[in-house]
């Protein structure tokens, strides 16, 4: 009976794995599904809080509440230190995620039919790029969340190694493998040697060739998406009377999964309708307002979220925004999100080539690029990885479940 578990807490998904012979590493969390989305609802109507799936329901039908999504996305950052108000109540940022990760917990062992005490945590190559002393910081605030949840023993491995633990399970001889782990927060690489051998080694340092990360996720894609092709009908871009441009700040913190809520406070409710006097746009300003006033940020951000998904399989997507009142559905092309996120993707692929150049590997000498992290299906981001090493053949991961299935493996070697 394993104690110990993996335990992957991502931006948008989270996982918990444990290694039982005979049986997928990966527990059942919410409807026998391995995934928890990392959201929690707090249900004022009930005073009750849901997490996950049965978060997002609650929020969709229209309870009162406070929805909080993207919860890690506050590591690294100044607002963990922070609070935010809960049904009249002061709720530490710290806290919230304690409550979460402990969620995560109860849920695994009720899976598991055993407690668990130590983890293995997954964490980004960089919490915050170019500062390490803020980087340290931010795992050494998520070890004391997991402490607080109950784990008693925490030991932390790079998200991309975790996934590479998983391919190597899977694989039969010798290759050079590129991880590719595009989350909702990071992208982050390893370039690892791996083979049936080397996986029984207790000490791998001599194995990773080089590790590299750059702060750009799936949420940073729906943000861009989101203030490309939806927040101009919202205003942004539009003029005041003065002819200065409409505070753009509001569109950005509604256009983040992490600061939505913001828009939400008394204070920013007086300000909007001050600058409502003097647009010239009123119809645009009005749908902000509307939106503002029935707390519906994150169902715009759901829907932009599912506008992205769509965009990896198909060439144009029509959005249904009928609480914008439109007279009809956007649509939106997958060259326009492209276009959205180019900037992004560059730095990507920056990231990717300064990780086979500091490893001193040449492009042609990788097997494999492995992708994981949801947010790897987007298409332009695989091209530009792909179009760096020629040679290399793509193989795709479980998206949502590689880094948790190898922390559980990483688990039985660090703790037994």
């Known amino acids: 009976m394993a104690l110990a578990c993996g335990l992957d807490f991502g931006t948008s998904n989270s996982t918990v794995g444990c290694v039982r012979p005979g049986q997928t590493a990966l527990l059942a969390l919410e409807d026998g ?28 039908a229209g309870y009162e509440g406070r929805l909080m999504r993207s919860l890690k996305s506050l590591l690294g950052t100044s607002l963990i230190d922070g609070q935010t108000e809960v049904q009249g109540r002061a709720l ?26 130590s983890a293995v945590i997954g964490r980004p190559v960089f919490f915050v790029d170019g500062n390490a002393a803020a980087d340290h910081l931010a795992e050494a605030t998520l070890g004391e969340v997991a402490h607080a949840a109950g784990f008693s ?47 029984r080694k207790s000490d791998r340092r001599d194995d990773i060739l080089g590790n590299g990360g750059v702060h750009i996720g799936g949420t940073d894609f ?14 942004l871009g539009s003029r005041m009377k003065n002819q200065t ?22 204070k920013i409710w007086l300000q909007l309708k001050d600058v409502y006097r003097d647009v010239c746009e009123r119809d645009k300003f009005e749908r902000l307002l509307n939106l503002v006033e029935q707390r519906a940020g994150h169902w715009l951000a759901i829907k932009v979220e599912e506008a992205k998904i769509a965009l ?15 007279e009809q559905a956007l649509t939106i092309k997958r060259a326009d999100f492209d276009a959205s996120i180019a900037r992004m ?22 097997d494999t690029v492995f992708f994981t992290g949801g947010s790897s299906g987007v298409q332009s981001l695989r ?16 998206l949502f479940g590689s880094i948790g299935a190898g922390l559980a493996l990483d688990a039985v070697r660090k703790f037994g």
């Open 92 to 117: 530490p940022y710290r806290d919230l995620l304690a409550q979460f990760i402990g969620e995560l917990k109860r849920r695994a062992e009720r899976a598991a039919g055993h407690a668990l005490s």
């Open 222 to 235: 729906d943000k861009y998406l989101s203030l490309t092709a939806v927040m101009p009908l919202l205003g």
């Open 153 to 199: 023993e925490i030991a932390f491995q790079f998200e991309p190694i975790a996934a590479a633990f998983d391919y190597e399970s899977q694989i039969d001889r010798e290759e050079l493998v590129l991880i590719a782990d595009i989350g909702g927060g990071t992208s982050d690489f390893s370039l690892v040697r791996l083979s049936p051998a080397r996986a």
């Open 33 to 60: 599904k391995p995934t928890l989305p990392s959201v929690v609802f707090f249900n004022a109507d009930e005073d009750a809080v849901y997490y996950g799936r049965a978060a997002l329901a609650n929020y969709l």
């Open 245 to 266: 441009e409409v505070p753009s700040s509001y569109y950005f913190n509604l256009a983040t999964w992490h600061t939505i809520n913001q828009l939400y406070t008394q």
């Open 345 to 366: 993707v560059t730095g990507v692929e920056t990231t990717v080539a300064g990780v086979l150049r500091d490893a001193g590997v040449a492009a042609d000498a990788v």
């Open 312 to 326: 990896s399989d198909t060439p144009q997507v029509a959005l249904h925004l009928e609480r914008l009142a439109l």
């Open 383 to 398: 091209d530009r990885i792909g179009a760096l090493l020629p040679a290399a053949r793509r193989v795709e991961g479980d």
